[in-house]
């Protein structure tokens, strides 16, 4: 799952990318005892992610012996990424780091890392989803590795829809769609089961007006040649459609608030889980967790699409591996080895069955393994064909922001005020606001004129 990040934190990272702190610590040992490479890759998976990845650089580790990489875990993103603004100019920078995808611009910004296209061959490069590859996608070079990569999808029970004798969903919903029926399940099981929820999470801010081809920010995204945003769009048509979805379930009974935060994120899904719940929307990540644990049948489409609004798609939401440039040249090239090696479709195809996360190389689709999963749990495929048909446009190249964790933030606030029966209008344009307020600051602080 992707971690909320707050407020404090991202002015604190900002504050240590703008004046660039880079404090150097004891030299990290290149070579370990037995003269393989030590190649030192700090990550921020927990749980069965962590496992999974661990089984990867096991594998790699003993396909050869000239590099040896290691593994440590450096806490959640908010926690990794301070550690590695301290440390990117200096000897003690790790090899390879994981970083949120928001965290893009901020990464950039360091000057500290080596474009893939610089370190990898074209026939890897090559073999990366283009929907994927797009979000990290910058000056048109790769900048960093997709890893793990996910989009959110609709959940819902339907094994309970068809036990009350409704229609499921189509694989393409519609907000009306999916009102209809959390109205129907509300109604027909007296309340025992609650129709819907939206959480209030930045993330499904951003993915459910990108499906209604809202850019977020001005200058196509901050993406366009030679520019950068210099505002954010939060008070749109496209947000307040969304916002009267909500609100439309609200009014029809059928919609439980769980806020927002980690918390709400368990709860919706226990919920779910004991048959509280009957819809939500979460990380594409969570299907195979959700598949082995619910005791009823369960129903996975895309996320809806506003009525009269064509689908247009979605952006790429996860973490990526980026590759320091401050390493001897044994370093990166045992980089460049491991990464291939992460890269390649057996090792993509290894880490979607084991998490959950897409599988970024457009080959593993087509291995046994993943055929055979998808044969018998069509629910497995239903991310990858959502990304697969979304449109290839600024919107779903997915913002090129450096606040953009602020931004989440208040788009949040604005939503639990919305869900509480503050005004749509007047709530998106606080948030909208106080976003446009903090990117000046940071465009001025880093000294950025329009």
Same mark, same amino acid.
């Given at each position: 799952?992707?971690?909320?990040?707050?407020?404090?934190?991202?002015?604190?990272?900002?504050?240590?990318?703008?004046?660039?702190?880079?404090?150097?610590?004891?030299?990290?040992?290149?070579?370990?005892?037995?003269?393989?490479?030590?190649?030192?890759?700090?990550?921020?998976?927990?749980?069965?992610?962590?496992?999974?990845?661990?089984?990867?650089?096991?594998?790699?580790?003993?396909?050869?012996?000239?590099?040896?990489?290691?593994?440590?875990?450096?806490?959640?993103?908010?926690?990794?990424?301070?550690?590695?603004?301290?440390?990117?100019?200096?000897?003690?920078?790790? !090899?390879?780091?994981? %970083?949120?995808? +928001?965290?893009?611009? #901020?990464?950039? $910004?360091?000057?500290?890392?080596?474009? @893939?296209? &610089?370190?990898?061959?074209?026939?890897?490069?090559?073999?990366?989803?283009?929907?994927?590859?797009?979000?990290?996608?910058?000056?048109?070079?790769?900048?960093?590795?997709?890893?793990?990569?996910?989009?959110?999808?609709?959940?819902?029970?339907?094994?309970?829809?068809?036990?009350?004798?409704?229609?499921?969903?189509?694989?393409?919903?519609?907000?009306?769609?999916?009102?209809?029926?959390?109205?129907?399940?509300?109604?027909?099981?007296?309340?025992?089961?609650?129709?819907?929820?939206?959480?209030?999470?930045?993330?499904?801010?951003?993915?459910?007006?990108?499906?209604?081809?809202?850019?977020?920010?001005?200058?196509?995204?901050?993406?366009? !040649?030679?520019?950068? %945003?210099?505002? +954010?769009?939060?008070? #749109?048509?496209? $947000?307040?459609?969304?916002?009267?979805? @909500?609100? &439309?379930?609200?009014?029809?009974?059928?919609?439980?608030?769980?806020?927002?935060?980690?918390?709400?994120?368990?709860?919706?899904?226990?919920?779910?889980?004991?048959?509280?719940?009957?819809?939500?929307?979460?990380?594409?990540?969570?299907?195979?967790?959700?598949?082995?644990?619910?005791?009823?049948?369960?129903?996975?489409?895309?996320?809806?699409?506003?009525?009269?609004?064509?689908?247009?798609?979605?952006?790429?939401?996860?973490?990526?591996?980026?590759?320091?440039?401050?390493?001897?040249?044994?370093?990166?090239?045992?980089?460049?080895?491991?990464?291939?090696?992460?890269?390649?479709?057996?090792?993509?195809?290894?880490?979607?069955?084991?998490?959950?996360?897409? %599988?970024?190389?457009?080959?593993?689709?087509?291995?046994?393994?993943?055929?055979?999963?998808?044969?018998?749990?069509?629910?497995?495929?239903?991310?990858?064909?959502?990304?697969?048909?979304?449109?290839?446009?600024?919107?779903?190249?997915?913002?090129?922001?450096?606040?953009?964790?602020?931004?989440?933030?208040?788009?949040?606030?604005?939503?639990?005020?919305?869900?509480?029966?503050?005004?749509?209008?007047?709530?998106?344009?606080?948030?909208?606001?106080?976003?446009?307020?903090?990117?000046?600051?940071?465009?001025?602080?880093?000294?950025?004129?329009?």
């Amino acid at each position: 799952m992707m971690k909320k990040v707050t407020t404090i934190t991202i002015v604190c990272l900002t504050i240590l990318a703008v004046i660039g702190i880079g404090i150097t610590h004891g030299k990290t040992p290149t070579a370990s005892a037995n003269q393989r490479t030590t190649i030192v890759f700090w990550h921020s998976m927990g749980g069965k992610p962590a496992a999974a990845l661990k089984q990867l650089v096991a594998k790699y580790n003993a396909s050869q012996s000239k590099y040896t990489v290691v593994p440590e875990y450096q806490g959640a993103y908010t926690e990794s990424l301070p550690k590695y603004l301290n440390v990117a100019q200096s000897s003690a920078a790790p !090899a390879i780091v994981q %970083a949120q995808e +928001i965290a893009t611009s #901020t990464m950039l $910004a360091t000057k500290s890392t080596l474009p @893939m296209n &610089q370190l990898l061959t074209a026939q890897t490069t090559d073999q990366i989803e283009d929907n994927i590859a797009r979000y990290y996608t910058v000056n048109q070079q790769l900048q960093a590795m997709p890893f793990n990569s996910s989009t959110p999808v609709l959940y819902y029970n339907k094994g309970l829809v068809e036990q009350l004798g409704l229609t499921p969903l189509p694989q393409d919903p519609s907000y009306t769609d999916v009102l209809n029926l959390a109205k129907a399940i509300t109604d027909k099981t007296g309340g025992q089961t609650k129709g819907m929820t939206i959480e209030a999470y930045g993330w499904l801010f951003e993915e459910l007006t990108a499906n209604q081809n809202q850019l977020l920010a001005n200058h196509d995204n901050g993406r366009a !040649a030679g520019q950068y %945003a210099t505002k +954010i769009n939060l008070n #749109t048509p496209a $947000a307040k459609r969304l916002m009267q979805f @909500m609100t &439309q379930a609200i009014q029809d009974k059928s919609f439980v608030n769980y806020g927002s935060g980690d918390i709400a994120e368990a709860n919706q899904q226990t919920a779910f889980l004991a048959g509280k719940l009957g819809i939500f929307m979460q990380s594409s990540a969570s299907t195979g967790d959700l598949q082995a644990n619910a005791k009823f049948k369960l129903g996975v489409t895309y996320v809806p699409h506003a009525d009269g609004v064509p689908r247009n798609g979605l952006a790429l939401g996860g973490a990526a591996l980026w590759a320091n440039k401050n390493q001897p040249a044994t370093v990166k090239q045992g980089t460049a080895d491991f990464l291939k090696f992460m890269a390649s479709a057996e090792s993509q195809a290894q880490w979607r069955l084991a998490t959950g996360y897409l %599988a970024m190389n457009k080959h593993a689709k087509d291995l046994p393994q993943i055929t055979t999963a998808v044969a018998k749990d069509p629910n497995l495929g239903v991310a990858t064909q959502q990304l697969a048909t979304s449109q290839k446009n600024p919107v779903t190249a997915g913002p090129l922001v450096p606040i953009m964790p602020i931004a989440r933030t208040n788009m949040e606030t604005a939503m639990q005020s919305i869900a509480n029966g503050a005004p749509i209008d007047k709530s998106l344009q606080v948030a909208e606001d106080a976003t446009n307020q903090a990117l000046a600051a940071y465009n001025a602080a880093n000294h950025l004129k329009k």
